[in-house]
C-alpha cells in the first residue's frame, strides 16, 4: 500500500464548480501536510500548508482529519487556470522527507 | 526572487554514459532532496541532504546512483552507467526549516536511448 493515496481522476469540472480531493495517508506519526500543485511540465510549486484547525486561501479551503488519516482540497468557483494536478504531501516527525501522492488531475472547461 | 536552479534541463544520452545533474539550492536553505517523477510512479526520493550530509539515500540504487554536496550552494546526482529505465525528470528542492514545505527547481529531462 502507499504512503499517501489518492484519486487520480481526471476530475472534468466546468468554470465556477466546487470541487473537492481527497487523499489518504497511511503513516500515523505524519505531522506536517501541503498540497502542491503541478502544471504540465513544469516543477511542483506550494499551493496550501494543511493545518489541524483547517485553512482557507481565497477560493482554497483544506482540511485535515487526523482520526481517519485523510486530507481534503475544496476549490471554489473553478477558473480555467486551475487546470492543473493537485498533489497531497506528508511528511513524518522526525524527518524531514516529503512523501508525494501521485496526484488528481482537474481539468475545468468554459 | 529566490529559486532553486538545475541544469541541465534536458538531457539526451546513450545507454552506458555517464550522466551528471547540478542543483543550486536556494540561499540559506540548509536541506536540499533529490526526486525522480515518471508516469507510472510519480514523484520518489531518492536522495536528501542537511548541511551537506547524507541522511537519507534508500530511494537511490547504489550500484549507479551517487549524490553529493560539494558546497553549500551545490547539489550533484550522478548516475554511471545511466540505462534507458533512467529516464525520467530529475528534480531538485530545497527547504529551511525541517517539517516545511519545500521549493522545487525546474527538472532536468533526462531521456537515456
Known amino acids: 500500500r502507499k504512503e499517501v493515496e489518492q484519486d487520480p481522476g481526471p476530475f472534468n469540472v466546468p468554470e465556477g464548480a466546487t470541487v473537492a480531493f481527497n487523499c489518504t495517508y497511511s503513516?500515523?506519526?505524519?505531522?506536517?501536510f501541503f498540497w502542491y500543485r503541478q502544471d504540465c511540465r513544469k516543477e511542483p510549486k506550494l499551493l496550501m500548508s494543511?493545518?489541524?484547525s483547517g485553512n482557507e486561501d481565497g477560493r482554497f479551503t483544506a482540511q485535515l482529519n487526523r482520526a481517519s488519516q485523510y486530507i481534503s482540497l475544496l476549490i471554489r468557483d473553478s477558473k480555467l487556470s486551475d487546470s492543473a494536478t493537485y498533489l497531497c504531501?506528508?511528511?513524518?516527525?522526525?524527518?524531514?522527507?516529503?512523501?508525494f501522492g501521485t496526484g488528481t488531475r482537474l481539468q475545468v472547461f468554459p | 526572487d529566490a529559486r532553486v536552479t538545475q541544469t541541465p534541463r534536458h538531457k539526451v544520452t546513450e545507454m552506458g554514459q555517464e550522466v551528471t545533474m547540478r542543483c543550486q539550492p536556494i540561499?540559506?536553505?540548509?536541506?536540499v532532496f533529490w526526486y525522480r517523477q515518471t508516469m507510472m510512479q510519480g514523484l520518489e526520493l531518492l536522495a536528501y541532504?542537511?548541511?551537506?550530509?547524507?541522511?537519507?539515500d534508500s530511494g537511490m540504487p547504489k550500484d549507479r546512483f551517487s549524490a553529493e554536496m560539494p558546497d553549500a550552494t551545490l547539489a550533484t546526482l550522478k548516475i554511471q552507467p545511466s540505462e534507458p529505465r533512467d529516464s525520467a525528470v530529475y528534480f531538485c528542492?530545497?527547504?529551511?526549516?525541517?517539517?516545511?514545505?519545500?521549493?522545487f527547481g525546474p527538472g532536468t529531462r533526462l531521456t537515456v536511448l
Open positions: 528542492a530545497s527547504g529551511e526549516i525541517p517539517g516545511t514545505a519545500k521549493f
Open positions: 503513516n500515523s506519526a505524519s505531522q506536517s
Open positions: 494543511v493545518y489541524s
Open positions: 504531501v506528508v511528511n513524518s516527525m522526525g524527518t524531514d522527507k516529503l512523501i
Open positions: 540561499l540559506g536553505h540548509n536541506t
Open positions: 541532504f542537511r548541511n551537506r550530509a547524507p541522511l537519507d
